[in-house]
């Protein structure tokens, strides 16, 4: 089989992630990285061990050995290098969120449909098989009607105010700071779950560090900064926790918890469906166990065993019963999902089905920007436009 190139655009805290998951794929080859200039590229490509750095995403773009484009620059910087390369040809693997608004996601969603190649944003933790199996479950009914759907995605690495990231920025990260980042993540994982639309949201959006002593020189997310000792002062308008009600199409209420300051809370992403037959609820942080809850009968603890798992689960783990797969297995498992479509040629009908596609990416966009109208209207309902290709 024809070996695919790959390319990579954005040296920072993902891009190991990325290199590390398409070498496990074993059939494809790494060509090589960009960056902001050859010397940030040089060196990831050096720590990645990647024979050739680029001084710019143009360069890469230009070397018809890349097949794929993996583009992990921050948010502001996404809709220019994807576009650049579907325009190029390329398949785009753009890291979440697609892009810093949702004129942008737009944009990024039908230029990929125009172009008619894979179009992949990693929304990752779909990747987990317990995440898979829970899908599933709902799939089949075993819940009954999925009535309160509901979670959290809280973190501490922005704490101290003296740390800081180009994401509480809104002209590098967006509008939205920790919903962008991570309610992203959530409301794409409940919907994926469920299979039910968050319709409408009411949101109350807080920023609990508006003055951060940031260091000079920018660092990488979870990165300990409190030790720089040039600084400068930041006022912060960007939200760093948010609270979030939630409706969904299929009549399901729900709400959600958002936050990057809370103490103790390292990558804590919870959700919670109840239906009214039985419950489901995974962690990220427990990624192999499944809690299933039943109201005339004990609760059940799945743990993540192939032979236990619904056939359309069973592909996402890799490993017998016991030995825990977990944050990088997901990824991996989202990014074979990505080549398997890749080598199909990238047409909608056969793209796997647990992927998500920059259709996905722009309909989270629709789904953050409402709760952004809704906590500007003064807290009050906002519908989420709805969109469907
Ligand atoms: C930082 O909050 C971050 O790295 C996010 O950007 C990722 O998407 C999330 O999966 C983990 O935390």
């Given at each position: ?128 098989a317990l995440v898979q199996q829970a899908r599933a479950m709902v799939a089949k009914g075993k819940l009954g009607a999925p009535v309160f759907i509901h979670g959290c995605y809280l973190q501490d690495w922005l704490t101290d105010e003296r740390t800081y990231t180009w994401r509480l920025d809104p002209k590098l990260g967006g509008a939205s700071s920790a919903l962008g980042d991570i309610g992203s993540h959530w409301c794409d994982l409940a919907e994926h779950v469920t299979g039910a639309r968050i319709t409408a949201v009411l949101a109350d959006l807080h920023t609990a ?181």
């Amino acid at each position: 089989m024809k070996k695919l190139g790959m390319g990579l655009v954005g040296p920072g805290f993902i891009a190991a992630h990325h290199i590390d998951a398409v070498r496990r794929l074993g059939d494809v080859e790494i060509i090589g990285i960009a960056g902001s200039s050859l010397d940030s590229a040089k060196k990831r490509a050096r720590e990645l061990g990647v024979a050739r750095a680029y001084a710019n995403y143009q360069e890469l773009l230009a070397n018809p050995a890349v097949h794929v484009v993996h583009n992990t620059t921050p948010n502001h910087l996404h809709k220019e290098i994807s576009l650049a390369a579907l325009r190029a040809g390329k398949h785009v693997i753009s890291d979440k969120p697609l892009a810093s608004s949702v004129q942008e996601s737009r944009e990024l969603f039908e230029a990929a449909r125009d172009a008619g190649v894979a179009n992949v944003v990693t929304f990752n933790y779909r990747g987990h098989a317990l995440v898979q199996q829970a899908r599933a479950m709902v799939a089949k009914g075993k819940l009954g009607a999925p009535v309160f759907i509901h979670g959290c995605y809280l973190q501490d690495w922005l704490t101290d105010e003296r740390t800081y990231t180009w994401r509480l920025d809104p002209k590098l990260g967006g509008a939205s700071s920790a919903l962008g980042d991570i309610g992203s993540h959530w409301c794409d994982l409940a919907e994926h779950v469920t299979g039910a639309r968050i319709t409408a949201v009411l949101a109350d959006l807080h920023t609990a560090v508006p003055v951060r002593q940031a260091p000079v020189a920018s660092a990488k997310a979870f990165a300990n900064q409190t030790k720089s000792a040039q600084r400068r002062k930041v006022t912060i308008t960007s939200e760093d926790i948010a609270s979030v009600l939630l409706r969904f199409d299929n009549g399901a209420r729900g709400s959600l918890i958002v936050g990057q300051v809370l103490p103790g809370h390292k990558n804590d992403l919870r959700l919670e469906v109840n239906g009214r037959v039985a419950s489901l609820a995974w962690q990220q942080e427990k990624p192999n166990e499944l809690w299933i809850g039943h109201h005339a009968q004990a609760n059940t603890l799945l743990t993540r065993d192939p032979a236990l798992l619904d056939t359309s689960a069973r592909s996402y783990a890799h490993l017998p019963a016991g030995h825990p797969e977990a944050w990088a297995d997901a990824f991996r498992n989202l990014i074979a999902d990505a080549y398997a479509w890749i080598r199909k040629g990238g047409k909608p009908e056969t793209k796997p089905d647990a992927l998500p596609s920059f259709a996905d990416g722009y309909r989270n966009s629709l789904v953050i920007d409402a709760m952004l109208r809704s906590h500007a209207a003064g807290g009050v309902w906002q519908d989420v436009e709805q969109h469907r290709e």
